[in-house]
C-alpha cells in the first residue's frame, strides 16, 4: 500500500530524497511503520535500554536530581522525553521517585498515536505529540530517537559528493545518484563511499538549544564519525528491523521495517559532552546498585519472592546496559545550558 503511494508520488513528481523517502517509510499517516505497528520492547522490534528493565530509569532519575540539585532546585522543573515510545521510561522514572518531580512535571513527547494510546498516566504525566514550547527549565531527553529521524545520503563519485535519491526502474524502487551536494564536513569523495546527511538531527537539537532557558539534553544512541562511516560498507551503519531481526534494504518491505541510523557524532551542534553509557551509568551508581541486588537475593532467595527476585534480575539487566559490544557502547551526548541561555563549550 505504502510503496503503491511512493511509486505514484514519484511518477508523478520525480525521484524523492532519501531523507522523504524514510519519513514515508517510518511515519506515513497511514502506513508508517511507527503509526501501525512499529515498537519497542520484547513483543516489539527491538530492545532498547529502557526495555530492558527499570534499572536504566532508575539511573536516569538520579541524574535528573542531580541536575535539579544543580540549577538550584526550581519548583517548575520540567523533564521532557521526546521519542518516548509506548512510555516505560516515563513508567520507571515516575516508580523511582525522584525529588525533582514532586513540584515538577514529565512530559512525553512521541509522535505516533498509536503509541501515545498506551502512555502511562497521571497527575505528574503529559502525553503529547509536539515538543512543548519553551522557555524550558529542566531537561529535554531521548533514547534512541536521533537514529530514527529521518536523513539524506551522498555518494563519492572520485571527484565529488552525489545526493542518493529513489526512484523507479520497471516498477521497482531504484537508488539514484543526482546533483552535485557539499557534505556537511571536509571528507573525501572516494568512489564509491556513502555517507548520512543528519540534517534534522541537527537543527532538532539547535531548535532544543533555543528553547531551554536552564537546565541539559541528554540523548542516548550508538554513532561514530561521518569518516568512519565513509570507509564502512552502508549495511553496517544503514539498518533495518523488523521482530527483532535484521530486515531488507531500505527499499523492501516499505512501511514494515524500522529505518534506523548511527548517529554522526561530527555532525551534532557543537558545545556537548560525550561519554558512553557504560562510563554514564556507572558514574550514576549501577555497580552499587547491582550489589545492594545481589545482597538482597543472597539473603532472601530461598524465600524467592517479588523483591528478591526483582534484586536479582538487576545483575542480568546491567550485563546488558553495561557491555560495551551492545547497548554500554552506545554514546551519551549532554549539552548543558546555562542561565544566560547559552550553549556550554565542552
Ligand atoms: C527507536 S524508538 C525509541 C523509543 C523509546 N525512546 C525507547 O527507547 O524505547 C524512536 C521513537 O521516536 C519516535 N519519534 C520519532 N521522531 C519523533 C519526533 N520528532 N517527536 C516525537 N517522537 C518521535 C518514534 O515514533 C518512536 O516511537
Same mark, same amino acid.
Given at each position: 500500500?505504502?510503496?503503491?503511494?511512493?511509486?505514484?508520488?514519484?511518477?508523478?513528481?520525480?525521484?524523492?530524497?532519501?531523507?522523504?523517502?524514510?519519513?514515508?517509510?517510518?511515519?506515513?499517516?497511514?502506513?508508517?511503520?511507527?503509526?501501525?505497528?512499529?515498537?519497542?520492547?520484547?513483543?516489539?522490534?527491538?530492545?532498547?535500554?529502557?526495555?530492558?528493565?527499570?534499572?536504566?530509569?532508575?539511573?536516569?532519575?538520579?541524574?535528573?536530581?542531580?541536575?535539579?540539585?544543580?540549577?538550584?532546585?526550581?519548583?517548575?522543573?520540567?523533564?521532557?522525553?521526546?521519542?518516548?515510545?509506548?512510555?516505560?521510561?516515563?513508567?520507571?522514572?515516575?516508580?523511582?521517585?525522584?525529588?525533582?518531580?514532586?513540584?515538577?512535571?514529565?512530559?512525553?513527547?512521541?509522535?505516533?498515536?498509536?503509541?501515545?494510546?498506551?502512555?502511562?498516566?497521571?497527575?505528574?504525566?503529559?502525553?503529547?505529540?509536539?515538543?512543548?514550547?519553551?522557555?524550558?527549565?529542566?531537561?529535554?531527553?531521548?533514547?534512541?530517537?536521533?537514529?530514527?529521524?529521518?536523513?539524506?545520503?551522498?555518494? +563519492?563519485?572520485?571527484?565529488?559528493?552525489? !545526493? %542518493?535519491? @529513489? &526512484?523507479?526502474?520497471?516498477?521497482? /524502487?531504484?537508488?539514484?545518484?543526482?546533483?552535485?551536494?557539499?557534505?556537511?564536513?571536509?571528507?573525501?569523495?572516494?568512489?564509491?563511499?556513502?555517507?548520512?546527511?543528519?540534517?534534522?538531527?541537527?537543527?532538532?537539537?539547535?531548535?532544543?538549544?533555543?528553547?531551554?532557558?536552564?537546565?541539559?539534553?541528554?540523548?542516548?544512541?550508538?554513532?561514530?564519525?561521518?569518516?568512519?562511516?565513509?570507509?564502512?560498507?552502508?549495511?553496517?551503519?544503514?539498518?533495518?528491523?523488523?521482530?527483532?531481526?535484521?530486515?531488507?534494504?531500505?527499499?523492501?518491505?516499505? +512501511?514494515?521495517?524500522?529505518?534506523?541510523? !548511527? %548517529?554522526? @557524532? &561530527?555532525?551534532?551542534?557543537?558545545? /556537548?559532552?560525550?561519554?558512553?553509557?557504560?562510563?554514564?551509568?556507572?558514574?550514576?551508581?549501577?555497580?552499587?546498585?547491582?550489589?545492594?541486588?545481589?545482597?538482597?537475593?543472597?539473603?532472601?532467595?530461598?524465600?524467592?519472592?517479588?523483591?528478591?527476585?526483582?534484586?536479582?534480575?538487576?545483575?542480568?539487566?546491567?550485563?546488558?546496559?553495561?557491555?560495551?559490544?551492545?547497548?554500554?557502547?552506545?554514546?551519551?551526548?549532554?549539552?548543558?545550558?546555562?542561565?544566560?541561555?547559552?550553549?556550554?563549550?565542552?
Amino acid at each position: 500500500m505504502l510503496a503503491e503511494d511512493l511509486k505514484s508520488r514519484i511518477r508523478r513528481s520525480g525521484p524523492l530524497s532519501f531523507s522523504n523517502f524514510v519519513e514515508a517509510c517510518l511515519y506515513d499517516s497511514e502506513n508508517g511503520f511507527y503509526t501501525k505497528t512499529g515498537r519497542a520492547g520484547r513483543r516489539g522490534d527491538f530492545i532498547t535500554s529502557p526495555e530492558v528493565g527499570p534499572v536504566f530509569g532508575h539511573l536516569i532519575a538520579n541524574w535528573l536530581d542531580q541536575l535539579w540539585t544543580e540549577i538550584q532546585k526550581p519548583k517548575d522543573f520540567q523533564v521532557i522525553e521526546v521519542g518516548a515510545g509506548c512510555g516505560t521510561l516515563a513508567r520507571t522514572i515516575l516508580d523511582s521517585e525522584p525529588k525533582c518531580l514532586e513540584s515538577g512535571s514529565y512530559v512525553m513527547v512521541e509522535r505516533s498515536e498509536e503509541l501515545r494510546k498506551e502512555h502511562p498516566t497521571s497527575e505528574k504525566l503529559v502525553s503529547t505529540m509536539q515538543m512543548p514550547e519553551g522557555p524550558i527549565v529542566g531537561a529535554v531527553i531521548a533514547n534512541e530517537l536521533l537514529d530514527n529521524l529521518p536523513f539524506d545520503l551522498l555518494e +563519492g563519485d572520485g571527484n565529488c559528493w552525489k !545526493e %542518493v535519491c @529513489i &526512484d523507479l526502474m520497471d516498477d521497482q /524502487f531504484i537508488e539514484i545518484l543526482t546533483t552535485e551536494k557539499d557534505p556537511p564536513i571536509e571528507i573525501a569523495p572516494l568512489k564509491g563511499a556513502r555517507i548520512p546527511v543528519q540534517t534534522q538531527s541537527n537543527n532538532w537539537i539547535k531548535d532544543v538549544i533555543e528553547k531551554i532557558s536552564k537546565g541539559s539534553i541528554l540523548l542516548f544512541d550508538y554513532g561514530s564519525t561521518t569518516q568512519e562511516m565513509s570507509q564502512r560498507h552502508q549495511d553496517s551503519w544503514l539498518r533495518t528491523f523488523k521482530r527483532h531481526f535484521r530486515g531488507d534494504s531500505p527499499l523492501e518491505d516499505v +512501511g514494515n521495517q524500522d529505518v534506523t541510523v !548511527e %548517529v554522526a @557524532i &561530527d555532525q551534532l551542534p557543537k558545545g /556537548f559532552s560525550i561519554s558512553t553509557q557504560k562510563q554514564f551509568l556507572e558514574n550514576q551508581g549501577i555497580n552499587k546498585l547491582v550489589e545492594e541486588g545481589r545482597k538482597i537475593w543472597e539473603e532472601s532467595s530461598s524465600i524467592g519472592d517479588l523483591k528478591a527476585v526483582k534484586a536479582r534480575s538487576r545483575i542480568t539487566e546491567a550485563d546488558a546496559l553495561l557491555d560495551p559490544k551492545g547497548l554500554g557502547g552506545f554514546f551519551v551526548f549532554e549539552w548543558k545550558i546555562g542561565s544566560s541561555g547559552a550553549v556550554s563549550e565542552n
